[in-house]
Nanobody, 114 residues
Framework: QVQLVESGGGLVQAGGSLRLSCAAS??????MAWFRQAPGKGREFVAR????????VYADSVKGRFAISRDNAKNTVSLQMNSLKPEDTAVYYC?????????WGQGTQVTVSS
């Protein structure tokens, strides 16, 4: 089981930016992703990056505002979040598609004030 350690997050005003990072203990995955969970809602997909070629996928709600990137040497994935909106407020979780059931970080709070 790979360990995922997240950093970043915090409180920001609407229109501001934040950067999240997630470091994996070992490169035993083919993709890493970010999910989020707002109060009273289910966990939803935000963005994914394919480790081999760096290709990315985004949820429609964050396209053009968020950017996921990787550092292969450090086994780290980052999420640059720009033009933040109050509806982006959630706990953000890092995920790696390790076998058999995937791995999750502990979550980091992002709060966007209006």
């Amino acid at each position: 089981q790979v360990q995922l350690v997240e950093s970043g997050g915090g409180l920001v005003q609407a229109g501001g930016s934040l950067r999240l990072s997630c470091a994996a203990s070992a490169p035993t995955f083919s993709t890493m992703a970010w999910f989020r969970q707002a109060p009273g809602k289910g966990r939803e997909f935000v963005a994914r990056i394919y480790w081999a070629d760096g290709s990315t996928v985004y949820a429609d709600s964050v396209k053009g505002r968020f950017a996921i990137s990787r550092d292969n040497a450090k086994n780290t994935v980052s999420l640059q979040m720009n033009s933040l909106k109050p509806e982006d407020t959630a706990v953000y979780y890092c995920n790696a598609d390790t076998r058999p059931l995937g791995s999750w970080g502990q979550g980091t709070q992002v709060t966007v004030s209006s």
